[in-house]
Structure formats: structure tokens, C-alpha cells
């Protein structure tokens, strides 16, 4: 625990730069979906259905008006490359109306899911991977709806010293209503810990993330080994029935600094202080 106690105290802005060239990668180049593959529920690995993810004016949008009715087609859009400690940044925002046939708790609602297993691995009916989610909920003008929550499929953790098992806990955030733009980070370092930031404010910290729990269907029992430590994993962005659109994700490699605690440091501190905007 050493590790969270040098970075407890660290503070993120919402308008970072780059710390030191060639550590950031534009997970989303703002023209077309490569290096990234789609995993819907009931399809194949790599079958867009419905045309669901796609390039729209420079934005990577989630859409459903090729859908006769949502029917429970959750969808992943996954990164292709695991990652196990990095500052992922994102802008993001809900739109429109929910598709036809979208579960209640559903609207504007979204996520990034993070240390998640291999798409390969998932079954064809599988709803959600075996991840963490940092649940992206968007205000509906009525209600109080925090933003950067934590959704656990298939996994657990840790949160002021005991494990934490139940499947969904709400951050601290406000809420953020209609459509505006929301910036949004998950620092993750590796199976250590893990912090939600909405707009500049930590809102939500773990740590100790391990594959466990239930909340996650037609799975493979060998890919969920309970108990398991969960060091690193890929990305995926959510289709769970309301459209939404990001028109940032990068990401901020950490890992070479892991066995380097006050580089590390270093780092976070120059992340944290810098003004210039990351994205494209």
C-alpha cells in the first residue's frame, strides 16, 4: 500500500498536456473506428449490428435507428491492446432518445469499462465483460444522477479496507444534465488503485480490483477465476440503449513508472499542473 499512500494526495484538472512526448495515445483518432472491435450481445465478435458504433462529425456515437427495438443488445466497442496503468481521458455526452424496448435504468446511461477480459473470450451471449465499469450516467432534468459511479461485472474490490461486493456504488459527482459535454478520467495503476475524476474532482477511489462477484451472464467459467488479481485489461466503451457520443479518448501510458514510485510521483504532479488541453 505504500504505492496509494505516494498518490493519495494527488488532485487531477481537467485540462491536462503532454508530460513527456510519446507517453499519449489517441485511443480514438476522430475518423474512423480503427484499432478498436465491437462485441454485442447475441453477435459475433466484430459484427457492428446495426451500424451501432460509428464516426459522426469527428465524434465516435453510439446509435440505435437501425434497431427494431434495443431487446437487450448490450455492446462494448473495445480498444485492441491491454493496458494495466495509465490516466485515461474522455469527453463525452448524451443525446436524443433512448432506443425503443431500453431498460429504465438504461437512459442516459453508459460507461467505460476498464481491466476488462479479452472481447476473444467472451461468449456470443454474453452481456458485459468480466471488467470494472466507471458508469457514465447523464442527468435527466428531474433527478439527482452522479456521474463516475463504479459497476462491478464479474469483479470486486476494495474500498476503505473491505472488500466491496455489492454491484453498483455512486460516486460523489454532480449531476450533469442535457446534452453537454462532460470531461471525464479514470487513473488506474494497475491492481493497486484506481480513481474516478469527473471534471477535475475525484470522485470515487478503490483499489485492489479482482475478477469475482456475479452481476455478468453466459460467460466462460474458465475465464472468470475468482479471486484473481485483475493487474491489467483492455477498454471498452458502452451501447447499453441511450445514444451517447466522446469525442476524446486518450490515454496516458503509466506502466513504465510502476516500480518507480517517485517517478511515478513525478509524473502525477506534472499531469496535475499542466494547462495545456490533451485530445485532439
Known amino acids: 500500500m505504500r504505492l496509494v499512500s505516494l498518490l493519495i494526495t494527488f488532485w487531477f484538472t481537467t485540462t491536462l498536456s503532454l508530460a513527456q512526448s510519446g507517453k499519449w495515445t489517441e485511443l480514438f483518432n476522430g475518423k474512423d473506428l480503427k484499432n478498436w472491435a465491437v462485441k454485442i450481445t447475441g453477435h459475433p465478435l466484430n459484427d457492428n449490428f446495426g451500424n451501432t458504433f460509428r464516426v459522426e462529425n469527428g465524434n465516435m456515437v453510439v446509435r440505435y435507428d437501425q434497431y427494431n427495438a434495443f431487446d437487450e443488445q448490450y455492446g462494448h466497442i473495445f480498444y485492441n491492446k491491454p493496458f494495466s496503468a495509465y490516466l485515461l481521458v474522455m469527453e463525452y455526452r448524451f443525446v436524443g432518445e433512448q432506443a425503443k424496448g431500453g431498460p429504465g435504468w438504461a437512459t442516459r446511461n453508459s460507461g467505460a469499462m476498464l481491466h476488462g477480459q479479452d472481447p476473444k473470450t467472451m461468449g456470443l451471449k454474453q452481456d458485459f465483460p468480466i471488467s470494472l465499469e466507471m458508469q457514465l450516467l447523464g442527468g435527466d432534468g428531474q433527478h439527482e444522477r452522479h456521474t ?22 455512486d460516486s460523489n459527482s454532480k449531476t450533469y444534465a442535457g446534452d453537454q459535454w462532460v470531461h471525464a478520467e479514470a487513473l488506474v ?5 484506481i480513481r474516478h475524476i469527473v471534471e477535475g474532482d475525484t470522485v470515487m477511489v478503490y483499489s485492489k480490483p479482482q475478477i469475482g462477484g456475479g452481476n455478468v451472464i453466459h460467460h466462460d467459467p474458465a475465464v472468470k477465476k475468482d479471486g484473481q488479481p485483475l493487474s491489467e485489461g483492455y477498454i471498452s466503451l458502452q451501447s447499453e440503449s441511450h445514444p451517447v457520443e466522446f469525442r476524446t479518448v486518450s490515454l496516458y501510458d503509466l506502466s513504465s513508472y510502476m516500480r518507480k514510485p517517485k517517478e511515478l510521483n513525478a509524473v502525477l504532479k506534472q499531469l496535475q499542473t499542466r494547462k495545456d488541453h490533451v485530445g485532439r
Request: hydrophobic fraction near 30%; glycine fraction near 14%; proline fraction near 7%.
Open 148 to 169: 463516475g459511479n463504479l459497476c462491478t461485472p464479474g469483479t470486486n474490490v476494495v474500498r476503505d479496507g473491505k472488500l466491496f461486493t455489492p454491484h453498483c456504488i
Open 189 to 193: 495503476l494497475g491492481d493497486s488503485l
